[in-house]
T-cell receptor, first 114, second 113 residues
Framework: NAGVMQNPRHLVRRRGQEARLRCSPM?????VYWYRQLPEEGLKFMVY????????ESGMPKERFSAEFPKEGPSILRIQQVVRGDSAAYFC????????????FGEGSRLTVL | AQSVTQLGSHVSVSEGALVLLRCNYS??????LFWYVQYPNQGLQLLLK??????LVKGINGFEAEFKKSETSFHLTKPSAHMSDAAEYFC???????????FGKGNQVVVIP
């Protein structure tokens, strides 16, 4: 049973380019969460999605960031016009139900903005 | 809003000695509490969780944690540190009604031979 799959594992972008990070949840999981980890910081919640719906995006920056979880295919976190401050590890997590209190994390996508 | 406080970003412990990582939480509703471990360049792995059952929770790799409501704490312990325990440890809290976790800043554990 494959775990949460994220790709790419490492991504390098120049300032102003776009970054797309993908996440395939565990089989049978319909809840997807994105977290960002900055150096020397814990993980910060960004967005919570179910299939075709954004449930909670209170942690997303107001501009340049967007997320989707289409009916078919992986969840995608998109960062437009990247800046150096976007350099971080982005983790995706999934859960089968909302009330289990447990998330299963992927290995993360590490974005470096030059 | 829920939050977690972990003090002491770096913790050094001798091999075979007690590992103690402190976590205090703030929550307006009965919380779910978690400890996750992160090895270099990897994702987070669940060590253990408290979800309103037994207050002493046993996890993987010999770790355990005790929920103390009166102290709003959920400290993580392991009686005898092993070299393989060197990693970063995160405490997290969530509202029992959703899975949105609030993480502490983490403790980087170094095990000294």
């Amino acid at each position: 049973n494959a775990g949460v799959m994220q790709n790419p594992r490492h991504l390098v972008r120049r300032r102003g380019q776009e970054a797309r990070l993908r996440c395939s949840p565990m089989k049978g999981h319909s809840h997807v969460y994105w977290y960002r980890q900055l150096p020397e910081e814990g993980l910060k919640f960004m967005v919570y999605l179910q299939k075709e719906n954004i449930i909670d995006e209170s942690g997303m920056p107001k501009e340049r960031f967007s997320a989707e979880f289409p009916k078919e295919g992986p969840s995608i976190l998109r960062i437009q016009q990247v800046v150096r401050g976007d350099s971080a590890a982005y983790f995706c997590a999934s859960s089968p139900e909302i009330d289990t209190g447990e998330l299963f994390f992927g290995e993360g996508s590490r974005l470096t903005v030059l | 809003a829920q939050s977690v406080t972990q003090l002491g970003s770096h913790v050094s412990v001798s091999e075979g000695a007690l590992v103690l990582l402190r976590c205090n939480y703030s929550s307006s509703v009965p919380p779910y509490l978690f400890w996750y471990v992160q090895y270099p360049n990897q994702g987070l792995q669940l060590l253990l969780k408290y979800t309103s059952a037994a207050t002493l929770v046993k996890g993987i790799n010999g770790f355990e944690a005790e929920f103390k409501k009166s102290e709003t704490s959920f400290h993580l312990t392991k009686p005898s540190a092993h070299m393989s325990d060197a990693a970063e440890y995160f405490c997290a809290v969530s509202d029992a009604r959703n899975n949105r976790l609030a993480f502490g800043k983490g403790n980087q554990v170094v095990v000294i031979p």
